[in-house]
């Protein structure tokens, strides 16, 4: 982008996975709406060497390490500070990602090289990080002044920070933590959807009517916090006449042993309830939503749940633990159902019920898909 204006995001671990994550599309959509060229800086590890110098006009920086240090936060936080040493005056918009105590001391080191810089952090918290950070209030007197220090100059030094649910805006306002006041500096900016690589995958949207008898979910299968044996211990008890299951994503090694179990005493199941291993292509997996009616998320605990909201772009029926994004995408119940933590009865019986057709799941007749697009999302920061 041809431009003066120059935005910068320091993160501390760039993978493939992020290029399709608010972790690339914020500042890539940000660049887009403020007009501003867009650089990722991160360090540079044998996963993310084939990494381009370019991607859709966002450059990437990888920060080289002495390779005959240990590769460590220290090393690698050492060489982010180097980095603004040397470039704080050039980038009008610093952007990180996350509230920690590294973020803090990056925006006000930022902030004392460049003064009339800004600087913007998407906090990426959820319920249990903000109560987390409630307990950790338990410590000697000296730590919670150095910490109460150290929060209020990074307030006063920060532009704007943005969380991603209604709850965790609700919380994080409410708190009596020193950390927290953010005052009029919090916005709410709701993850989104990439409309424009969907646009370049020339997909045709379903119609519900179009859509099978598909219901999936996607997700680090097996993990504790995907819970994906509660799912399985709904499937146990569910007749899925001519209904498909589709679990989408890599599964753990110790989790093979609960799929043959699982096999072994429905073996009638076999051909309903399909394992199809991690989808990397996103044309394909967002094809995989297209087709299906119903999306299902079990996790115990989530900050957002990315998932969620591809599921309802394509106009999938949410059935979801309450977790992350799950109350604001459903509103309050319109566009999905809610089902308990760890509570497999519940989640069977529901799925019963959508097998069955006692449930109306052709909930989506005037929804506007491109509410949740990122163009959208990033409008809502005051920048």
């Known amino acids: 982008m041809n431009t003066d204006k120059n935005l910068t995001l320091i993160f501390n671990h760039f993978e493939k996975e992020h290029l399709g994550k608010d972790v690339f599309l914020v500042p890539y959509y940000l660049g887009k709406l403020l007009h501003y060229n867009v650089t990722i800086v991160y360090p540079h590890t044998v996963t993310n060497v084939d990494f381009p110098e370019e ?10 390490f002495n390779k005959r240090l240990p590769f460590s936060p220290f090393w690698y936080t050492l060489n982010f500070y180097m980095y603004l040493l040397r470039n704080a005056r050039n980038i009008d918009l610093l952007m990180r990602f996350h509230y920690s105590l590294q973020t803090q001391l990056m925006v006000i080191f930022y902030k004392l090289l460049n003064r009339n810089g800004k600087a913007y952090v998407k906090l990426d918290i959820g319920f249990e990080s903000i109560k987390r950070a409630h307990n950790s209030q338990k410590c000697s007197w000296i730590k919670r002044m150095v910490k109460a220090w150290i929060s209020r100059y990074f307030i006063e030094s920060v532009n704007l920070v943005s969380c991603e649910t209604a709850q965790a805006y609700r919380l994080l306002r409410e708190s009596p933590l020193e950390g927290f006041q953010f005052g009029d500096k919090l916005f709410l900016m709701p993850n989104g959807f990439d409309e424009e690589l969907l646009e370049s995958y020339n997909l045709k949207e379903k119609i519900f009517t179009e859509k099978e008898n598909l219901i999936i979910t996607v997700g680090r299968l097996g993990t504790p916090q995907k819970n994906t044996d509660m799912f399985l211990r709904a499937l146990s008890n569910v007749d899925l006449h001519e209904w498909k299951v589709c679990l989408i994503g890599p599964i753990e090694e110790s989790f093979q042993a609960n799929i043959k179990a699982f096999f072994e005493r429905h073996p009638e199941k076999k051909e309903q309830v399909i394992f199809t291993g991690p989808i990397y292509d996103k044309k394909e997996l967002w094809e995989y939503y297209n087709r299906a009616k119903v999306f299902v998320l079990t996790s115990s605990w989530e900050s957002y749940g990315l998932v969620l909201n591809e599921a309802q772009h394509f106009r999938n029926y949410l059935v979801s633990s309450p977790v992350g994004a799950f109350d604001d995408l459903s509103c ?52």
């Open 55 to 64: 991607l859709k006009g966002v450059r990437l920086v990888p920060l080289k």
């Open 332 to 383: 309050c119940g319109k566009y999905g159902k809610k089902v308990g933590i760890n509570n497999d009865e519940d989640l069977a019986d529901t799925l019963a019920d959508i097998v069955n057709g006692k449930i109306d799941i052709d909930v989506y007749r005037n929804f506007d898909a491109t509410s949740l697009s990122w163009e959208n999302m990033v409008k809502l920061l005051n920048l």
